[in-house]
């Protein structure tokens, strides 16, 4: 029986999918993982068929695991499904991923993708040891709808003895409709480049399955006979290619240097890139990166002197001499610097501001009054929050999580700061090392949610005191139970209504928020629609069938403008609904708006009172 592999640190939500799957037990058993560690180890020792994985989980993260099986084993179908959602997410996860959904997941929506997935994995066949070029002309004879799995054999000298001992390594596929090469990925490479490299391949192992021709996306458009003829070509540039292998390695080291320093580890970046700039003295790009990880300011200088006289035209080296000509100024000789993690400049290590992209840096140092957005240098903090979504792109990086937020909190984007904060808060809550980070965090939230609160009143002096009239004729603040399970976003709300007079109970999810009603009454309730564990539909159809519970006024909140005509039959028994991002005088007013029409006659004759 085929094995789906269901990897999610949430032990209801296996308990929830195993029981709605549960009538698909004939067709495919279920096999938990509940960290990105067990499930590296389950896939060495069972033979799963397809994944099924969260995003964001303690101790490692499915993009590990996804790039994992992109590298390794892309045989195997990968089904993700998410509570959050970094900007472009899906367009990231494009070719890696079987299918992508958010949470809450439809249970026959999930089981239709895994039946698909694993009807991908049918009729697998070995189709011998032969070159990949003679394997296409066959399948283009046949008119053959298919995938080609392509593994080169390892290091044995006898072929037969590594086939027997699978001493294979997994290079790529070739994706076929009715004959016709479609796609083809191979390591880094995709589509055309994919192709002519796994074309050009003797000796290799390959294997067959059958496929769904809609499911695939064309990303070849040469015909077979073209592809061909480029693939002998390319074989007969192999010999050259394999006598420039020896300087693969060297590349290697700047590649890692360069990642490491894009993740803002520049102490380790130092190791890759001297190692580099040592054999290769006369690259100016490994002595400019090498300049960007080191702390004294002479070798600082040193490698920047080395990069410009190579390169004195380089646009970046001439920047990055100008970032060190502003340090360098006032920077003693035994001083070690800091890197602005938005543009790289050196700064002295209690520095809040960087002197060259304006950005404040968020440290300890800093306070949120040297924020700026008017002042700061927007092309190279734009570059930077590139930079940073390259980064959790490939992994959950707090680090980059968190400057990522912090990026876009100097650009005065409060809504895409408040996305990168959100992802940050779940992953450092759990570790006691991030306490500081954690109180920085929550300190930036209620900044962000003063800011809008100003910027809302700034031009509506009346509303402003109106609003405060209404509340100061109250007697008692009427209560509002905000069910969210983002806490930022419940930040941002709870302190928007206790600054227009109105008391909150929060709810992180739909159980804790009918725990919450059989101890308090609200007058309103603040409803998020993608809820874990119970989403905001059954909190609502539970709230309307209840004869204690059915006149409480419910406004529904969502995060998506598309979803709405989807929700409108769902919404028929709510107050109202709010799409997220709302501004704090829109929550106030709808707020206010509805708790007015539900009020007794005396609150309403009293909020009409002059002040």
């Known amino acids: 029986m085929k094995k789906v592999l269901l990897v999610d640190d949430d032990e209801l939500i296996h308990a929830l999918i195993e029981a709605a799957l549960s009538k698909h037990s004939d067709s495919f058993e279920i096999v938990h993982a509940f960290d990105v560690k067990n499930a590296t180890t389950i896939l060495e020792r069972d033979d799963i068929s397809l994944i099924v994985t969260d995003l964001v989980m303690p101790g490692g993260d499915g993009f590990q695991l996804i790039s994992q099986l992109h590298e390794k084993r892309q045989d195997i179908p990968c089904i993700v499904m998410t509570s959050y959602e970094l900007p472009e997410l899906e367009q990231r996860l494009e070719g890696k991923v079987f299918q992508f959904f958010k949470k809450p997941v439809m249970s026959q929506e ?46 044995h000298h006898d072929i037969n003895q590594c086939v027997e001992k699978n001493c294979k390594e997994f290079r790529g596929s070739l994706f076929l409709v009715q004959g016709t090469i479609y796609d083809a990925v191979c390591g880094k490479l995709t589509g055309e480049e994919a192709a002519l490299k796994l074309l050009s391949m003797e000796g290799v192992q390959v294997s067959s399955c059958f496929l769904d021709s809609k499911s695939i996306v064309r990303r070849v458009h ?9 693939a002998m070509i390319e074989k007969d540039h192999q010999r050259e290619e394999a006598e420039g292998e020896a300087v693969l390695p060297q590349q290697k080291l700047l590649e890692d240097g360069i990642r490491l320093c894009e993740r803002l580890e520049f102490s380790q970046a130092q190791k890759p890139l001297m190692s580099f700039v040592k054999e290769n003295r006369q690259s100016a790009e ?28 380089h646009a970046e080296i001439m920047e990055d001499v100008e970032k060190f000509r502003l340090f360098g100024n006032a920077a003693a000789d035994d001083l070690k610097a800091i890197r602005c993690p938005f543009c790289y400049a050196p700064l002295e290590p209690a520095a809040a501001v960087c002197g060259f992209c304006k950005a404040c840096l968020l440290t300890e140092f800093a306070s949120l009054t040297n924020l700026d957005p008017g002042s700061v240098e927007q092309r190279l903090l734009r570059r930077a929050a590139g930079r940073f979504e390259k980064v959790l792109a490939a992994e959950v990086n707090p680090k980059i999580l968190f400057y990522a937020g912090a990026v876009y909190l100097n650009l005065n984007d409060f809504d895409k700061a408040l996305t990168y904060f959100d992802l940050l808060i779940p992953i450092i809550q759990v570790d006691s090392r991030h306490q500081k980070v954690a109180e920085q965090v ?32 109250q007697v008692n603040k009427r209560t509002v139970l905000v069910v969210e399970d983002s806490p930022t976003t419940r930040k941002v709300i709870k302190m928007t209504l206790q600054s227009g007079g109105f008391r909150v109970i929060e709810a992180v999810d739909g159980v804790e928020a009918l725990s919450k009603l059989n101890d308090n009454r609200p007058d309103l309730v603040l409803l998020d629609i993608m809820l874990p564990k119970i989403d905001g539909y059954k909190i609502l159809s539970i709230l309307k069938k209840n004869g204690e519970t059915k006149e409480i006024p419910v406004v529904m909140l969502t995060s998506k403008n598309r979803i709405l005509d989807k929700v409108k039959g769902h919404l028929s028994s709510a107050s109202a609904y709010l799409t997220k991002p709302f501004k704090p005088s829109e929550l106030i007013s709808v707020v206010s708006g509805i708790l007015d029409k539900h009020a007794p006659e005396s609150v309403k004759a009293a909020d009409l009172q002059p002040g």
Request: glycine share 6%; net charge positive.
């Open 222 to 230: 040469k015909s077979n006979q073209n592809l061909l003829i480029s």
């Open 442 to 473: 929550n300190r930036i939230v209620e900044h962000i949610a003063s800011s809008q609160r100003m910027e809302e009143r700034g031009p509506r002096p009346e509303q402003v005191r109106r609003e405060k009239q209404i509340i100061d004729n």
């Open 110 to 155: 999930l089981a239709d993708a895994i039946l698909r997935g694993l009807k991908s994995q049918q009729k697998r066949g070995d189709l011998g040891k032969f070159s990949v070029v003679g394997i296409v002309q066959l399948m283009e004879t046949e008119n053959t709808t298919c995938r080609l799995d392509v593994h080169r054999f390892g290091d």
């Open 286 to 313: 490994g002595w400019l990166w090498l300049s960007r990880a080191v702390t004294e300011p002479k070798k600082i200088k040193a490698a920047l002197a080395e990069a410009y006289r190579l390169a004195p035209e």
